[in-house]
């Protein structure tokens, strides 16, 4: 059997643009909803959803989250997957 190691990037650019964790959650990117969303938007579905959809327009004009709101968010979301995993046992 025939095993090659060589890695050849075709376009290093594109390589440094591709993200696979959402800029606003830092969770990583799992569905093509998430890479789609994240190709138009920059961050995940679920973030899309809470923070984008309804500003759509603002947010391509540059719309910030504040920092109170974010963290907020975050926590809430944390506490939602660690009550996910106490279920299932993982």
């Known amino acids: ?17 591709a993200s696979f964790f959402c800029k606003i959650c830092l969770y990583p990117l799992i ?27 603002e947010w391509k004009k540059g719309f910030k989250i504040d920092k109170a709101t974010l963290s907020k968010y975050l926590n809430t979301r ?8 106490n279920i299932t046992g993982d």
């Open 1 to 17: 059997m025939y095993t090659n190691l060589k890695i050849t990037l075709l376009d290093k650019d594109a390589l440094n643009e």
């Open 31 to 57: 569905t093509q909803k998430d890479f789609s969303s994240n190709d138009k938007y920059k961050c995940c579905q679920e973030c899309y959803l809470t923070f984008v959809q309804s500003r759509k327009e």
């Open 78 to 85: 944390k506490l939602l997957h660690e009550k996910i995993v």
